[in-house]
Each structure stands twice: as structure tokens, then as C-alpha cells.
């Protein structure tokens, strides 16, 4: 059956195969003597939404959005049930959870895509703390608002705080009338070529190629990015709300805050600082770094991070700042702890335009570090592509037409992965946490135009894993393949 869905045609540059059958349905899991369980459901449907005083039709998990919390503890049984009541078909993906593969929730690789009007229980253990978030990974699906956050405590390790917050980053295209997928279609379709076919891969890296567009009259300051997102959104949200009404998050002045950082926007980085606060960044796609304070770190797409902040007295913006967009506007919540104005929905935080943290650059906690031990097989995973025309592949082909990495279990196996283009494009592995050269362990990783890592991991979790980019637009136009071992 696996070979069924290799084997599908591509179809223009939009193939991914969806409309696979036959998959087994997953076999139920019985919880272990004293496994705790965690079940919930999540309804997909079209809905109307209140981003803080404006108000769209869009597809969501519930009313709000974000959608529901998803929380449990490290070695619980979680079963979580998606109700599809979308016109079309969906799945859940646990983003950075190494679950058992038949959970995965990729359809045509891991499952068959869960029809209108059916659901799919989806069962697995997850086997580390950490703050996640779960998606749609079903076309352009995220990008309507088919995502939740999902926390993973850890039971050993309740943490030293008084307080903890979750803010989930999005880019908002809803609500101007078109979908994602109409923004799609014209961006691989209406958009000129060039006639030369230029491929970005091949320009010079000076400050004048494509990596120095318009970006709206924003300070870059050094950013790293070059050209950083391809859709000009309306709106930023955080938590689900438009600056002009932003989450405010009430303290005590000297608290100590917990933030879990989640940015699940389909095509944008941020630059996210709290005002002028010391954040300590504790943790990296739920694995410990040795703590580094900074007053501003970037998350790519697919990222998240944790932060320990010690609050001061006063009113303080939350700004988010959309990096090497041209829409302009930001994403903003605000925390009070005492007296002052609520900050402007366009508020500035002088710490975004100046060593901002680059969250590769981070350094693993021992206690997050892979075992030492030698390379068994070495694989290349390159992004190749370009906006003109709109398209985005790996390894020569777009997702349609992949051919799968192949390792083999009990491997420890080293992927080279390579940017070719001049745009930056967030890395991605299912069912595996990597460790950069550093041992920094991740599950996203950025990679800046034409920069490359040697990505580490073990190979012990069977089955056909995706990788792909987590600009949902670069995964959309082709720009995913996938790890096969049996
Ligand atoms: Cu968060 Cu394959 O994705
Ligand atoms: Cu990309």
C-alpha cells in the first residue's frame, strides 16, 4: 500500500497525493497499567471568528482561535478524535511529538485523508515535555486556522514559576475575500515569469538580489533572512487577536513567567520581543539549551521556544514583528503588572532592530545532547526553487514525484541539508528530534538563503516520515519528500 502512494502522478506543481486508499485504520492502543489518558475531540468546521473586534468566516477547531489547548504529561496515552465538518478533507499532524508513525496524520504517507463528515481517532504516547502544536496538514488548511497548541509537562520537572503563558504567532490572509489556496493559485499561476526563467538559486548573495526586496520601510537591521515570505498578509495575530485588541496577560511585578513560544503562521518569522525585558530562553522545540537571555529572539515557522521572564513594573507590548514582509504590521499582546497605557497597536521595541537571537546558534543542555557515536549513512537534503516562476522542490522534485530518503533501523543517520535558493525556508522532520553540529536538538530548523547543516538523528522510530519546508506555500507548491525505513 505505501507504494500506491509514491507512485501517484505528479499534477502541475500542486501534487501532493491526498486521495490515497487504503490504509489500515491505526490499531487502538491499550493504556498501560496506571498510563494515564488524555481524550478529546477536535471538530474541524467552517466558522466565524472574533479576532478582537473583527470578525471572519474561516475554518477552524471550535469558535476561537487559536483552537483548543491540548495538554498532557510526558508517557500519557493520548486519544484525540477529529470530527471532519470541512467540505473537504483534513488530518491532524502533532507537530514535533515522535509518536508511532500510523498517528503521524500526513495523508498518503501515513494515513488516508479523513473524509467530510467522518472522524479518525487518532492514539499515540508522547514520550517527551515539551510545548508542541498540532495542524491540519491537508493542503493550505493551517493557514485558515486549523491549529491548537498542544503541551506536553513534564512530570519529573514541574518548573520554578509563578506563572505560565502560551502565545501562538499566526500570519491572517482570511477575510480579504480570498482563500489560501486562491493566493496559491496565483502565485504559482498568474504570477509573470520572467521570461529567463531566473532561478534565485543562482543569483549572488548581494544586497541587492531578490533577498533585498521592498520590505515595506521596516528597519531590517542584520537580518540573516534575505527574501522571507511570499504572501502580504492583512493581519498578525497573537493568540488569535489583531493588535488593535490585543491579549493582555496580567503579573505581579518580580513574577516569574513562564512563555511558550508557538509560531504556527504558514509563511512568516518573527522577531518577538516582551519591551525591554531580559528573556531567558530555556528551552528549543521542547528540548533544554543552556539558557541564553537575550531582549529578542526570531521563530521561524514551525518553531517554538520557551522563555523565563522575570517581569517589571509597568504596561508592556508583546510585538511580534513579521521579518522581510512587505504588508507591514505586527502581531501584539500586552502585559500589565502595573500602571500605564495599554502600548499602541503599532507600537515599535527598539530591541527588534538589533541582535535579535538566532535560535541554531543555541547551545543543548547536557541533558538534551544524542548519544555520541559514529555516523552510519549519510544523506543530502536540498531546497531548491525560486518565486518566478513559483516553484519549490527537493532534491530535483517537487513532493509529487519524490523519490523517499531510505535509511534503516538502528542507524545513526546524518542528513546534509542545503539551501539553494535566496529565500529562507524552515526545515521540518517528522517523527525525530536532531541535533545540529552543536547538539542542539530540534525538529525545525531555519536555514538562511544558501546555508546548510548537518542534521543528526537516530533512526529508531520505523516508518515513512515527512520533511519538508514549513512555509505552508513553499509544502504546498512541492517543496516536501519523505524518510522511508521499515
Ligand atoms: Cu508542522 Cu509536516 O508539519
Ligand atoms: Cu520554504
Redesign the pocket.
Known sequence: LGAAALTLAACGDRAAPTEVGGFAPPPALTPKAGQNVVTQTLAAAPTTVDLGGKTVSTWAYGESLPGPLIRATAGDLLRITLENRLPEASTI?W?GIRLHNAADG?PGMTQDPVKPDTSFTYEFVAPDPGTY?L?S?VGLQ?DRGLYAPLIIDDPDEPGDYDAEWIVTLDDWIDGTGQTPDEVLAALTGARPSDGGGMDHGDMPMGDDGPGGMDHGGMPMGDEPWGDAGDVAYPHFLVNGRVPEAPEIFEAKPGQRVRIRLINASADTIFALALGDHDLSVTQSDGFAVEPVTVKALYLGM?ERYDVVVTVKNGMFPLVARPVGKSSGGQGLAVLRTGAGEVPAPDVQVRELDEDVLIGSTLEPAETARLEDRAVDTELELAFQGSMQPYQWAINGAPYGQYTPLSIREGQRVRITATNETMMSHPL?I?GHTFALPSGLRKD?VMLAPMESFALDFDADNPGRW?A?C?NAYH?EAGMMTGIDYA
Open positions: 499532524h507537530h500526513v502544536f495542524h496538514h493551517l514551525g521540518h517528522h525545525t515527512a519538508h514549513h509544502q
